[in-house]
């Protein structure tokens, strides 16, 4: 078992280091997002008392709101659950938007090859359907995977996606510090609408670049390290699944779920902290780390 533990997942045949290096900082990224995200709701909940990226708790806040006829701490807790929708429905919609123009330019492209020929270089996304069949190579060895084929034009769209969460987690922050100590229940919802909505964008963003982790929902981050690390712990699991052809698929390490969940626990710890000394400026750390994520997002090495 113990030199299972320290085995290296085997790349997939074909694959080149650049898409190797692109699934490392996919990874890196999630990583990055989840520590953000965390931040961002651990400042919500102190300052507003609704969470604004885990709307599995913030739909039983509004029930139980419901529940006691406490209508101010339901009004934001749908406010949140509406602006969350409605953000991930924009970054969905930004993200489709930048797939199809990619699309629309991979056909213009003559292939790769032709493009070697003439001594110039193959532009991203030609022939990558060849290479990577199965879409996964290794990342951060001993953690786990994360799709490595992404088109950079998807990278681009994303990144596009992250800035605009970053416009309005700056937008939040603006109005906040503006608004002083004693916050006009209007402006708290202002506040509340635009953070959810930001949590919104970087869901639809995290789904689009195929991460196997979220960053915002951490509930299914959990779920998969426990069942994927009873799997690990027990072959005759994956075993019994040899008439569906379960058991000839590699097995991956199932650590990376945990490693999100403590990346996640430690961003909401250290935001939390960071409000209860300087306040709304806690929100200063996710926006930087938005920020570092937004400008190499679209310049991942894939090819």
Known sequence: MKGKMSKQ???PAGASPKVAKAGS???EHVLLLAFGAAGVDAVVILGFNVLTAAQTGNTILLATALARGDFATGLSSALSVASYVAGAALGEWVLVRGARQGAHLRKLQPESQDLREHGRPARVGVGLAASLQTGETPVLPALGNFRACAPRQEGSAAGKV??????LLAAALLVWRMAGQALPQGIGL???ALAALAMGLQSAAVRGIHAK???TYITGVLTNFTTDL?????PQR??????SGEANKPRESPWWNGVVWVIYLAGAVLNGLLFLRIGELALIVPLA?????????GKLPVS
Not at 162 to 167: A, D, G, K, P, Y
Not at 238 to 243: H, L, N, P, T
């Open 9 to 11: 997942p085997e790349p």
């Open 25 to 27: 900082a996919l990874g």
């Open 162 to 167: 992250l800035v605009l969460e970053i416009l």
């Open 190 to 192: 202002t506040i509340v």
């Open 213 to 215: 982790a979220s960053t």
């Open 230 to 234: 009873v799997e690990w712990l027990l």
């Open 238 to 243: 994956r075993a019994a699944g040899a008439g």
């Open 289 to 297: 780390v938005l920020a570092l994520c937004a400008s190499r997002l």
